[in-house]
């Protein structure tokens, strides 16, 4: 047995002891958005500290928004403000207003440093974490996803852009190499999978990434995603993989392209402990990575925060310790 | 074409259920060819499932049963081959190992880490609690070596010599046990050895891993922890009150469920076909301790499942027949 | 048990590259329409998804190409419009959209260099394409296409060619160190990775090499093909189409970026504006994303349609017309069926009619009416209780035989000066039936058909050639879809029969086809939220389809029998843009179709009608047909749906709360 390890936060956070942790997360309408902030801060273990807030895509829904970010800066007051403060952006900010950000993070952040990026859409944790990677100051590296109580039922989100690729994740080599298979990983809505796929209908294998566990209601809601596909020129049959094992998603994505050798296009539409994963393996392997951004979410997007034992029921995945990388493409 | 089937496009072409008919049949016809194709008790000399599902749909005395039979499908759980297969590896990959750097107290930036976690699995016995666990599969998947003897746990429970046990735990250094199983439902099946396993002078730390369990084994669970210290109980996957079809009606539970209590209730009678509850070998319509399960796995179905799905008898056929142990 | 297979399951292999199945399924049914493709000059390609644009433009992809120098199937295009070679860019594959994500340089305004900036990755990406091209046809197939078009590509005159290109003046300089082909093309390489090193945040700034010597939009590319007409390399009458992909979605770049989408589009339409002799540019768009009045980067001008570019417009060439006859699409749509069958393999697959053979002609509205009624025919009619007994029992003695004659009847007794038919029963034939009401009548039958469904809690039925051409509203993909899905149904039908194997191509039963056709319009009511954009399109569709289906179906008098559509006055509709524009995307994404409208009204002022796309109609429980004059409707009630669009959506309460978890009761009864 060889892999990152990972765990439940509390589980991970107790074998890492004598740190203390620079957190950066984001503040966000769900009240999972506090959970792990209001976790480490109990635990009296915090560092530099900094909240994102991202501004809305569309004024649709603002007043609920308004409403859900007003409770949650209730429960700030209540649990205590990050030390460098909430910076608000825009969610189609420029890259480089998200690099940005995460630079003045790790201007000030110390060197035992906790992501959370539960409430971070994709196109700001992908970059975050990256750029994370390449400070060499930060010994200590952890990326934490909570689980909510209850995803809502029906749309998650709404209106998405034409796909483009996440910042950072864009072509890195001219010409590119010839794209020999795109990884889709199963979600509750595949917007804009089909334009995705568009150029890559022949002579591209496509692997479609199954989570199993959790089981219902997510599994048939995921079996639905591929049955969607199932249709498609060079599907082959779905892999299973946890959807919270980030270093299971990450071994397999080195196998599948032949420790890198291999180019893929990654969509990840799943959860985002399997994005994390796409995550780190793009940024080692330096391949694209397309995702087509929502411009609404539904404020309601998740509710409650799951409870392991009485504990908080989130992840944490180790992605440095003392200065070694725990993810490698070897 | 047969009458059911032309029955079934009737179905979907009717108003106001058709739409949803018409998405039923689509979930069904993916599964079908994704999932149920692999029920193992049916691979050989026994009918292909879509001949099932037509047998099964006309155990209905009437078209309104039928349609409930047909609705109920989409509510099953059936865990596949190849997701028994994942529940294996998250087994060890995430329950045990975190189990076993729990055991050496070993923190996360010890550089030796994994040598030490490697390095205990010589001296971990991984074993079935019965013999319905595929533990070589469990061991092949999870490329675990140097253990010759697996023998099931309940079996052991009844036949073996406790002290001729611990000896050989002493003789083989055993420093820990894991026990898994892959559907628990009460937990009363493999009691007696949990109990066993607790009871032993040894008093090895011993995890038991069920790969599936329901809430009443999860309640069972907390009971075997707190009477034995030396016990600690991790289960891959938890289903919820929710997958469950009880007699009484739960809060929060779908919809739909209030017509298949219905459904499990009428139906039973023709299902029995004039046996008892004895000869049939089943437990009533909400399946063994009246769990009310709605789960199938590709091995076999358990018996907390309801048995409108998994029992034959000359008047009713099964879509999903269990191979039943006794 | 019978193994046949559905020919239909890869809805996009006419739209695939490089694969032998395109060679062997592509229609060049549709070709001849759009010649102007294959002729120099520029050309935009207006269609939606399915119109055939994609496949139309992968011909002109070198790949494509090639893939049919392998095969043994002749190059649907052919003589002298055969004579060319292909480049081109995916805007937003490419990375050249990203411009605009960091700050190019601080001390200059953003938008006053982007453009440049953005010209100057296009033009070192199209020139690497064009060689990319040259060496494809060269080295592929075994030199068939070079031969064929007589390229020379050997390295010396690649050399020449490269020594005659550096010396041009658009390059400012930046290949006065390059000597042979290869370095031409590694500084080509080079200066793209720069570009993406730096988009990429892998490099702080871009070398001065690149920031000296930035090139003019479309010079670089029009100098790569007169050098390689001047050196040999291609002959004089082999053209070269460059195509731009992506183009429409610069208009929806979000953020600060959004004004940089249309500074990027008129730099595009810059290179338009050029007319080179030996370089044409290709452009597919969807209809609405095409500016009337394309503007060109630093000037003040526009590009001029005819002058400029031509416009090949698939939706309108593929669009049904009054007079049936001149609809093209029935053939191209027989021609894509039949290459279908015959790869699946299936037998005496027939040279013409094979749509009509497979899906027959469809029950007659009579028949339709009298599978909805079943046994209980009364079901038909709506009697009112102020009609004497002897007027309702003569409709429902019509009913037992005709029920759409009954309901037909029923709708006369309710129009203005016609009620006096409840005290005055025909003898002979019905006086709706006349042959002078011929035309009353068959206006009607649809919307009297879908009322007579609802009425018996029956989903329509579409059967038949007629209806799947209808529904396929000139849309490739949209029939191909339609075929699928009904031949899926069909296959489960035969599932488990024991018969001998048999490849012969089936009649299809009307039950069939209406069972496949109801999954294939929830297939395609589902895929508009899939497209950008468009999950409030979705809901807009919902709403404006749930209005007129309400309306229609509680017509009884039938005034109203082509209210399965709508229409507002242009001048109404020009003082709310943002309505408008949602409307044209609604159009170009499929959701609806739209026409002029010829008012009735005295006011005569100008209108337009929109209808859904016919292939929502079954989803919606609307006819798909068009008769009469839609519903006329302010343009407040359109303000309101658009709205309620924009609002409506998962309904999120003031305070969270837990939701149920599992998916909702799919049974619920539907209000009504």
């Not at chain 2, 209030?258 to 009533?284: H, M, N, V, W």
């Not at chain 3, 079901?379 to 029992?393: C, D, F, S």
């Not at chain 3, 006369?412 to 006096?420: D, E, L, S, Y």
């Not at chain 3, 002979?428 to 009353?440: D, M, S």
Request: glycine fraction near 6%; charged fraction near 25%; hydrophobic fraction near 40%.
């Amino acid at each position: 047995m060889h892999r990152a390890p990972g765990g439940p936060v509390s589980w991970v956070i107790g074998k890492l002891p004598s740190r203390k942790w620079s957190f950066l997360g984001c503040l966000g309408p769900e009240e999972r958005s506090l959970g792990l902030w209001e976790y480490v801060r109990s635990s009296a273990k915090t560092d530099k500290s900094l909240l994102v807030r991202i501004r809305p895509g569309s004024p649709r829904y603002s007043a609920e928004f308004g409403d859900r970010i007003k409770l949650r800066l209730d429960k700030l007051q209540q649990i205590g403000g990050p030390s460098e403060g909430i910076i608000e952006i825009d969610l189609f900010a420029t890259d480089a207003e998200i690099i940005n950000v995460v630079d003045q993070f790790a201007s000030v952040c110390g060197p035992h440093v906790m992501v959370d990026f539960s409430c971070f859409p994709k196109r700001f944790f992908f970059p975050f974490v990256k750029r994370l990677l390449s400070q060499t100051k930060i010994e200590t590296l952890i990326a934490t996803y909570t689980v909510p109580d209850h995803y809502f039922s029906g749309l998650l989100a709404e209106d998405h852009q034409v796909f483009a690729h996440l910042p950072l994740f864009g072509p890195a080599q001219f010409p590119e190499k010839k794209v020999e298979m795109v990884v889709v990983t199963a979600g509750f809505m595949k917007l804009g999978l089909a334009e995705l796929l568009e150029p890559y209908k022949t002579g591209v294998k496509i692997r479609t990434i199954l989570p199993f566990p959790p089981g219902l209601p997510a599994y048939h809601r995921n079996w639905e995603f591929i049955r969607e596909m199932q249709n498609l020129p060079g599907l082959l049959p779905p892999i299973r993989i946890d959807a919270f094992d980030c270093a299971d998603a990450f071994d397999h994505l080195v196998q599948l392209t032949a420790y890198g050798a291999k180019n893929a296009i990654f969509a990840p539409f799943g959860p985002k402990p399997l994005s994390l994963a796409i995550c780190l393996f793009a940024t080692l392997a330096k391949q694209a990575v397309f995702y087509t951004q929502p411009t609404v979410y539904n404020p309601d997007y998740s509710t409650g925060i799951k409870k392991w034992d009485g504990e908080i029921g989130a992840h944490a995945y180790v992605l440095r310790i003392n200065g070694n990388n725990m993810y490698a493409i070897k | 074409m047969n009458a059911l089937k032309d029955k079934m496009q009737r179905w979907i072409l009717s108003l106001p259920h058709g739409p949803a008919f018409q998405t039923v049949t689509q979930h069904v016809e993916h599964l079908a060819e994704q999932l149920y194709c692999h029920y193992e008790p049916t691979k050989g000399a026994s009918a292909e499932f879509w001949q099932r599902f037509e047998d099964w749909l006309e155990n209905g005395t009437d078209e309104a049963m039928q349609q409930t039979l047909f609705r109920l499908l989409p509510s099953l759980f059936f865990i596949g081959p190849s997701e028994l297969d994942n529940l294996y590896r998250v087994a060890f990959n995430s329950n045990i190992s975190s189990w076993l750097i729990d055991q050496l107290s070993v923190p996360l930036d010890d550089p030796n880490m994994f040598g030490k976690v490697n390095e205990s699995l010589k001296h971990t016995w991984f074993c079935p609690l019965t013999d319905s666990m595929r533990i070589n599969a469990f061991y092949h998947l999870n490329h675990i070596s140097g253990r010759d003897h697996r023998p099931d746990w309940l079996s052991l429970a009844l036949l073996a010599e406790p002290t001729k046990l611990e000896a050989f735990l002493k003789d083989y250094k055993i420093e820990r046990i894991v026990l898994l199983e892959d559907f628990v439902g009460s937990g009363s099946q493999i009691e007696p050895a949990v109990t066993f396993a607790g009871s032993l002078s040894s008093n090895l730390p011993t995890l038991i891993v069920p790969l599936v369990i329901c809430p009443t084994g999860v309640d069972a669970a907390k009971v075997w922890e707190s009477s034995f210290p030396n016990i600690q109980v991790r289960p891959v996957l938890k289903l919820r009150n929710s997958d469950f079809l009880t007699r009484v009606p739960q809060t929060d539970e779908p919809p739909d469920h209030c017509d298949f209590r219905q459904l499990a209730i009428d139906s039973f009678p023709k299902l029995l076909g004039g046996s008892t509850l004895a000869e049939a070998k089943i437990y009533g319509p909400f399946g063994f301790d009246d769990t009310g399960g709605l789960v199938v796995l590709a091995t076999n179905c358990p018996d907390n499942t309801l048995p409108l799905v998994h029992h034959g008898s000359p008047t009713w056929k099964p879509l999903f027949p269990r191979a039943s142990r006794i | 048990m019978d193994n046949r297979t559905n020919p239909f399951n890869e809805l996009y292999v006419s739209e695939t590259v490089g694969s032998s199945a395109f060679v062997q399924i592509f229609s060049p049914s549709i070709l001849r329409n759009a010649s102007a493709l294959f002729l120099p000059g520029n050309v935009v390609l207006k269609g939606m998804q399915g119109s055939g644009k994609s496949m139309l433009l992968s011909l002109l992809k070198p790949e494509v190409r090639l893939a049919y120098a392998e095969s043994d199937t002749p190059f649907p295009v052919t003589g002298k419009q055969a004579r060319f070679i292909g480049a081109g860019i995916n805007l937003t594959r490419s990375g050249a959209i990203d411009f605009g994500q960091r700050t190019l340089d601080p001390e200059r305004s953003e938008t006053e260099i982007l453009p440049v900036y953005f010209g100057d990755f296009l033009n070192y990406w199209i020139v690497f394409d064009i060689l990319s091209t040259l060496e494809l046809f060269r080295d592929g197939a075994h030199g068939v296409l070079a031969k064929e078009l007589q390229l020379r590509a050997d390295p010396e005159r690649l050399n020449a060619f490269v020594g005659t290109l550096k010396n041009s003046r658009c390059w400012f300089g930046y290949l006065d160190d390059v000597t042979t082909y290869e370095g031409f093309r590694q500084k080509l390489t080079d200066r793209i990775n720069h570009y993406l090193e730096f988009l990429n945040f892998n490099s702080d700034h871009l070398p001065d090499s690149i920031r000296t010597t930035k090139t003019t939009v479309g010079e670089p590319i029009a100098q790569t093909a007169t050098a390689l007409v001047s050196s040999g390399v291609l002959p004089e009458d082999v053209h070269l189409f460059v195509r731009i992909d992506q183009y429409e979605e610069l208009i929806r770049l979000e953020g600060r970026r959004k004004e940089y989408g249309s500074l990027f589009r008129e730099v595009v339409n810059k290179a338009l504006s050029l007319r080179n002799p030996n370089v044409s540019y290709r452009i597919g768009t969807r209809g609405y994303a095409w500016d009337e009045h394309p503007r060109v980067y630093g000037t003040v001008g526009n590009l001029e349609r005819d002058r400029n570019f031509k416009l090949i417009d698939l939706d309108e060439m593929l669009r049904r017309r009054e007079n049936p006859k001149t609809w093209i699409f029935p053939e191209f749509a027989e021609d894509v069926f039949c290459k279908r069958l015959l790869f699946a393999k299936y037998q005496d697959v027939p040279k013409s009619a094979a749509v009509e053979k497979v899906f027959g002609l469809g029950p007659t509205p009579e028949d339709r009416a009298r599978r909805y009624c079943g046994k209980a025919s009364s079901r038909a009619v709506k009697l009112e209780e102020n009609w004497p007994p002897a007027w309702g029992t003569y409709l429902l003695h019509i009913a037992e035989e005709d029920p759409l004659s009954a309901r037909l009847g029923e709708a006369w007794a309710r129009q203005k000066g016609k009620g006096k038919i409840v005290t005055q029963q025909p003898d002979g034939v019905p006086v709706w039936n006349e042959y002078k009401n011929r035309y009353w009548r068959k206006e009607r039958t649809q919307a009297a058909l879908m009322q007579i469904a609802g009425r018996c809690r029956q989903r329509m039925i579409w059967a038949g050639a007629d209806d799947i051409l209808g529904l396929s509203g000139g849309n490739i993909l949209v029939f191909v879809s339609l075929c699928q899905h009904i031949w899926s149904a069909w296959l489960r039908t035969i599932r488990g029969v024991d018969v001998e194997y048999d490849n012969s191509i089936p009649a299809l039963d009307d039950t069939v086809q209406a069972v496949g056709v109801h999954e294939a319009s929830t297939h395609w009511y589902n895929k508009l939220a899939e497209e950008s954009g468009g999950t409030t399109r979705q809901r807009f569709v919902m709403l404006v389809a749930t209005d007129l289906e309400k309306r229609l179906y509680n017509d009884d008098a039938l005034s109203y029998p082509g209210a399965n559509g709508f229409s507002v006055t242009l001048d109404e509709l020009e003082s709310y843009p943002h309505l408008r524009d949602f409307l044209n995307e609604c159009v170009d994404y499929g959701a609806l179709v739209d026409a002029p409208h010829t008012t009735k009204e005295t006011n005569r002022r100008p209108r337009r009608k929109w209808y859904l796309n016919p292939v929502l109609s079954p989803y919606f429980r609307l006819p798909h047909v068009r008769t009469k004059e839609p519903a006329y409707r302010p343009i407040k009630d359109l303000l309101a749906w658009f709205d309620a669009a924009q609002r409506l959506g998962p309904q999120p309460a003031t305070e969270p709360k837990k939701t149920v978890q599992d998916q909702p009761n799919l049974f619920q009864e539907e209000s009504s």
